[in-house]
């Protein structure tokens, strides 16, 4: 196994929701990065000597940059303090060729993307990708409130906004959402992505296989 690093520089470091703030790495040495797909992450040295899997959120096609969100966890053993409290603009980091373990179906009709919280990081660059590619995609986003969900803005910016629906459970919904009408029964060529707290994907991967 490679233990090859990228050293890249913080571009800047920015507060997107309450307890998340996102990093825009680019190269140390002004080239090109490595190509990434939608639903890849890089292992981030951290200041603190840990080092922490994190999902590229921008479009892939942008070559010139990587951008990562993190959350503020309470329960963190270090790693995401590490990045709220000692990384910085300017700083010069280490980190991994990017790796996936998530990617896109290559033969999929309609593309189905679940995000709980944080967990939207790997499913905007597969908004970005399925965009692109002109595919048929909805997201749905799941937060606790507006202010703790990131990226809000951009997606509302977005070419892909009318596919984004948002879901925050301080603003009751109409009828209310169900996840069960959500994904349906099982539809050939439809693929269904989820990222999120192990709760939540732990409800939306035992109704899917409910209805299956």
Known sequence: MSTATLKVRVASKRQEAQAVCSLELVSADGGVLPPFTAGAHVDVHLPNGMVRSYSLCNAPSDAQRYQIAVLRDPASRGGSVAVHDQVSEGQTLEISPPKNH??????????????????????????EQLTRDGADFALHYFARSAAQAAFVSRMADSPFAPRVHTHWDDTPQDPPVSLSALIGSPQAGQHLYVCGPKGFMDAVLDTARAQS
């Open 102 to 127: 998530f990617p896109l179906a290559a033969d999929g009709q309609r593309h189905l993307l679940l995000a709980g919280g944080i967990g939207v990081t790997p499913l905007l660059a597969m908004a």
